[in-house]
């Protein structure tokens, strides 16, 4: 991999804080290739933080150069950003933040980091406290609180959404890392509404860890095709032994119904605010924690779940 120059303060010519455009005609890059840069690879200014404009200062400008350098010569977008930030001056890279282990501690690092400092913030959380004690106790209720503010957010910038999407990009990173079994015990589809739709998707990587093959499919209706409709396509070409379901209200639980009644599956409701449905084919948990737990219980039976669940 080419190695990268990082011109000095002095070589850069640049003498005041920079805005998105003028930086974008200096390295004759677009607006939105520097917006991409910062979210993706953490190559934007060491001075702003959340809901600030972005203001470019020499030494943020002397990486892109680089980072433009590298990529005219044939070098990856996230080749060239890794090998700039390796080779970055010391004094220009941000002081990685402490891992969260409260809500507000998660909060604060929101509100602090790019989105690349975040990612790895929510790593290390999740590697000191586990999948589903981070989604749980820190990820979960963080949302809830941001959400809740009473003091509105400035239009394009979501702290809600930056959060939801870092952990997403996290889940992502450990999907990719699960390792399957020669022999899978079995598939299972986790189906879900929009409210429920990360949390599902932290069950699906928790479950994935150990080997289960995973699907997380939605119960919106769009273009008038119903849930029930979805999941019996879904099941032709992939037969599972369990339909895991996370929703809520009347018509999840006609939903439920119909996977039971129609698709015969057995079906596990998951989270405390799930329908109360009195089924024989119907098992209904509180929480995530004890979705996987009841999962692997019957088809993974013995695993160690400390790493995913605790």
């Not at 990820?139 to 809600?160: E, N």
């Not at 150990?210 to 769009?222: E, L």
């Not at 998951?270 to 449905?277: L, N, R, S």
Request: charge should be negative; aromatic fraction near 2%; include cysteine.
């Amino acid at each position: 991999m080419p190695r990268a120059h990082l011109a000095s303060s002095a070589d850069s010519g640049v003498d005041a804080p920079l805005t998105v455009t003028a930086v974008s005609v200096r390295l004759g890059i677009s607006p939105s290739t520097l917006r991409t840069w910062e979210r993706r690879y953490g190559l934007g200014p060491d001075e702003r933080q959340a809901g600030t404009h972005r203001r470019y200062r020499a030494s943020d400008v002397a990486r892109l150069t680089a980072m433009v350098d590298l990529v005219h010569q044939g070098v990856s977008p996230a080749d060239a950003a890794a090998t700039v930030l390796a080779t970055a001056p010391a004094r220009s890279r941000q002081e990685d933040l402490p891992v969260p282990h409260t809500v507000s501690e998660l909060l604060n690092c929101v509100s602090a980091c790019h989105g690349h400092q975040l990612k790895n913030v929510l790593r290390s959380a999740v590697g000191d406290e586990g999948l589903v004690h981070t989604w749980s106790r820190l990820v979960s209720p963080a949302l809830d609180t941001l959400r809740a503010s009473t003091c509105g957010q400035k239009p394009g910038c979501a702290p809600s959404t930056i959060l939801q999407n870092a952990f997403l990009d996290v889940l992502a990173q450990f999907a990719s890392e699960c390792v399957s079994p020669q022999t899978a015990p079995g598939a299972v589809v986790v189906l879900t509404d929009v409210v429920h739709e990360l949390g599902a998707h932290v069950l699906g990587v928790a479950l994935g860890w150990y080997g289960i093959d995973v699907r997380v499919v939605s119960t919106a209706t769009v273009d008038d095709q119903g849930a029930c409709a979805r999941v019996a396509l879904h099941t032709e070409e992939r037969p599972v032994v369990l339909a895991i379901v996370m929703g809520s209200g009347a018509t999840c639980e006609k939903f439920i119904h119909g996977l039971t009644t129609d698709l015969d599956l057995d079906v596990m409701l998951v989270g405390a605010d799930a329908p109360k449905v009195v089924d024989e084919r119907v098992l209904r948990v509180r929480t995530i924690a004890a979705g996987v737990e009841e999962t692997l219980a019957v088809l993974a039976p013995g695993v160690d779940l400390s790493s995913v669940v605790s």
